[in-house]
């Protein structure tokens, strides 16, 4: 069996706020879609998250905290 990970990074425009459900459904299927037709098989969405470190700026000026970022990443597999 092989698998294949891709980031899933969503880049549409809400129209309205009732639409984001239905964009961000619209966008996921398009992106299986696409994988499908070379032959993978959607498996599931997987989230990742990570800390990234903050900066200490010049003598504390400028300085930002440190914060979790999660990345949501789409499993398929191929036989």
Known sequence: MEYKV????????VKT???????GADYLERFIQ??????????????ISTYVSG?????GIGSTPGY????????FKKR
């Open 55 to 59: 900066d200490s700026g010049c003598f």
């Open 68 to 75: 979790i970022s999660a990345k949501q990443m789409v499993v």
């Open 17 to 23: 706020a009732t639409s984001t459900s239905n964009d």
């Open 6 to 13: 891709v980031p899933l990074d969503p880049t549409f425009t």
């Open 34 to 47: 696409h994988y499908s037709k070379q032959g993978w098989e959607y498996v599931r969405v997987e989230s």
